[in-house]
């Protein structure tokens, strides 16, 4: 599978945008609602005008209309074919492509396979549920072997579970292939479970590009930290080393263990998604476990972000809405925060 | 049918029945004497029997189901490829766009006399009169049902590799297909209809012209059996396109 390469891309939304996907990576763009990031997976798949060089392993495709480039594209809307049943919608790019009838029946039924949809074969899409469309325009994009694949949203109407399942089935489906692949989100969940790569557009322009602990632990800049939401940084007043490699902190009268080596304690940093929130005492050792009340919720569709206020310092911890709902946390409750161990930084 | 399909088919035409017993009550009642301005039902059937033995009723029949035929066709086929080219290329919907916007609100029969002089009182004046009665629906609904297919369904299939061409016709021309038997369904009606006026004012053959002989020699029965068939055909169009519709599209609507 080739490597995507996009030298100075410009037009109406995107500014400047140079990025290159590796061989059979899965890059994430991630970025707010109007930050350009279908404006990006358009201009890949040949379907807005640009200015720049775009090449798939090395060939310029900038001349190529869209359906000379290879690309598959999963529509944030799947833009699945109505009049057509799923076998049909997965055969459309062999069929246009002029495959032969028995190429078009192997390469459906070893799709339906792979999608564990042989069931569903002779189906209409108002038979199906969402995620079973979801993996249909996925098997359609897939089936004439692009060379690239390209996301955009594909699960922003689902709900929660049924994300999260097909969210894993991608990233199996797509490892197994080991196709080059653009995924465009503004969810941060799903971009640091999705992603080899992150790349963060604001504005139409690329702020940052890389590993998902690299962006979300070091953002390069404002806009950047503005989007992901800040980490929970703690000042230390003192630490001393446990043992090789281990720390014990000490940050507003709370005591931290971090890994860590080398003698420069400033802070320590731990975001939202890596404080384990509960309503009960865990068992076991009472290792990086804080009590705090509730002091504020923020809820968006999906994640609820919530202030703990733990003796003297105040943690940022998100919860899926589901999971905030289940524990039936508000305003006032007080919650135990765990924080893992592997995610504590320090600075 | 099975029997639920029977019992549906049954309480739909009981209606009717009772209307035409009442019809037939009312006219036997005395009120109307010699079955002159209001003939019983089955006095029309009777005279659709002699019509239709005599070979009036058939030869008119066949004359202008001959004109619907042709001038519909002709019609909802150039509508339908005119519909295509307007729907598909904004360049040529912008410039035939405000010609046909004009000329739409034009009633059919409103060319008549501009008719009768450009091509005289002939077999081809009925034919044009029901080509513009079928050409400009199929073309607006046409047009209509290509510009609301999803533009994102468009963008897949390119991406999917389709030409322009394919395009067209595996996925803008089916998606419209709706519209499309909207535009035909209704004109299917409106071409007898309008068939009907025209052999009335202007042509002396077909079964507006059987309907305005009867009426000049005060045969109620003759103009009842031509408003009859009348109503049939139109009726019968309308069902074939709903039941063509239903074949094409119901599949996945």
Redesign the interface.
């Known amino acids: 599978m080739p490597e995507i390469v996009l030298k100075a891309i410009n037009n109406f939304v995107c500014r400047d945008i140079s990025l290159t996907v590796k061989n059979g990576e899965l890059l994430v763009l991630l970025g707010p609602t109007g930050a350009g990031k279908t404006t990006l997976l ?1 201009i890949i ?3 807005t005008a640009y200015r720049g060089g775009i090449s798939f392993d090395g060939r310029p495709v900038d001349r190529l ?9 999963l ?1 944030q ?1 799947l ?1 699945l ?5 799923i076998r049909s919608n997965i055969a ?2 062999l ?3 002029g495959f032969s009838p028995g190429e078009i029946t192997g390469r459906v039924d070893e799709l339906l396979r792979l999608m564990n949809m042989t069931h569903l074969s002779n189906r ?3 038979d199906l549920s969402g995620g079973e469309k979801q993996r249909v325009a996925l098997a ?2 897939l ?2 072997s692009p060379e690239v694949l390209l996301l955009d949203e594909p699960f922003s109407s689902l709900d929660f579970r049924t994300s999260r399942y097909l969210m894993m089935e991608l990233r199996r489906i797509q490892k197994q292939l080991g196709i080059t692949t653009v995924y465009v989100t503004h969810n941060l969940l799903e971009a640091r479970e999705m992603a080899d790569r992150i790349g963060i557009i604001c504005d139409g322009r690329l702020e940052q590009v890389g590993l998902p602990q690299e962006v979300f632990f070091y953002p390069e800049n404002q806009r950047v930290s503005d989007f992901l939401g800040a980490p929970n940084v703690l000042d230390c007043d003192g630490w001393r080393t446990l043992r090789e490699g281990l720390i014990k902190a000490s940050c507003g009268g709370m005591n931290i263990v971090a890994a860590h080596e080398g003698d420069n304690v400033k802070k320590v940093v731990i975001f939202p998604a890596h404080i384990f929130v509960s309503k009960q005492r865990p068992p076991g050792p009472a290792l990086n476990r804080f009590k705090g009340v509730i002091t504020d919720i923020l809820t968006s569709q999906f994640l609820t972000r919530f202030r703990v206020k733990a003796g003297k310092n105040i943690f940022l911890a998100e919860l899926t809405p589901e999971a905030f709902n289940d524990m039936g946390l508000q305003k006032g409750s007080e919650v135990y925060l765990t924080l893992k161990l592997k995610w504590i930084r320090i600075i | 049918m099975n029997r639920l399909n029977w019992l549906r088919f049954g309480s739909g035409m009981l209606p009717v029945i009772v209307f035409l017993g009442l019809w037939e009550i009312a006219a036997r009642s005395g009120g109307f004497p010699g079955n002159v301005f209001f003939p019983p039902f089955t006095l029309v059937i009777r005279e659709f029997w002699h019509l239709t033995v005599s070979g009036v009723l058939p030869e008119n029949f066949a004359t202008s189901l001959v004109r619907v035929l042709a001038g519909f066709s002709a019609g909802s086929a150039a509508g339908l490829i005119m519909g295509i080219l307007m729907g598909y290329r904004q360049c040529i919907n912008k410039a035939l766009h405000p010609i046909f916007s004009l000329l739409y609100p034009i009633p059919a029969l409103g060319w008549l006399p501009v008719l009768m002089l450009w091509v005289g009182i002939g077999e081809m004046l009925p034919i044009i009169i029901i080509f513009i009665c079928s050409f400009f629906p199929v073309l607006y609904n046409t047009v209509t049902g290509i510009r609301t297919v999803d533009p994102n369904l468009i963008n897949v299939a390119r991406t999917l590799g389709a030409s322009e061409g394919k395009i067209l016709f595996t996925v803008a021309l089916p998606l419209a297909l709706p519209n499309i038997f909207t535009g035909l369904r209704l004109e299917a009606g409106m071409a007898w209809r309008v068939i009907i006026a025209a052999e009335m004012v202007a042509i002396p053959t077909g079964i507006g012209a059987l309907l305005m002989k009867a009426e000049s020699l005060i045969r109620l029965d003759i103009v009842i059996v031509c408003l009859m068939v009348l109503a049939v055909m139109c009726l019968s169009f309308e069902r074939f396109f709903i039941f063509a519709e239903r074949k094409l599209t119901g599949r996945w609507r």
């Open positions: 358009n798949a040949g379907l209309p869209a359906r000379q480039r290879k690309a598959g594209y529509f809307g833009a074919f109505p009049h057509l049943d459309y790019g069929r246009v492509q209409y899409l108002r359609r994009a089936a004439p």
